[in-house]
């Protein structure tokens, strides 16, 4: 995620990584979601290199975007052939 970060700061883009997002259930804190990335302050980008990406992952996204009222998000794997083939945008 660092090398991420380094790329970003190259492009100008602002970022803030791990991010935290308090977790409230009937007014009780249950526990803090850390994003990877927010970018710009639009976008969360959740990296992985993993085999390949399950259901699991995109309805993580979407669970992090909902409780982060952002309304973009990538998920990228770095562990595939090429950037695109690891590459999902998900949109809330």
Known sequence: MRAMGRELRHAGLQFES????????????????RLDLVVE???LLEVKAIEHL???????????LRVSK???????NFNS????????????
Not at 20 to 32: N, S, T, W
Not at 70 to 76: A, D, W
């Open 41 to 43: 302050d639009r976008v």
């Open 70 to 76: 952002l309304r973009v998000g990538l998920l990228m």
């Open 54 to 64: 399950a259901p699991v992952h995109h309805a993580q996204v979407m669970s992090y």
């Open 81 to 92: 052939e090429t950037l695109p083939a690891g590459l999902r945008r998900i949109i809330l």
């Open 18 to 33: 791990e991010r935290e997002y308090p977790i409230v259930y009937r007014g009780e804190l249950l526990c803090r979601q």
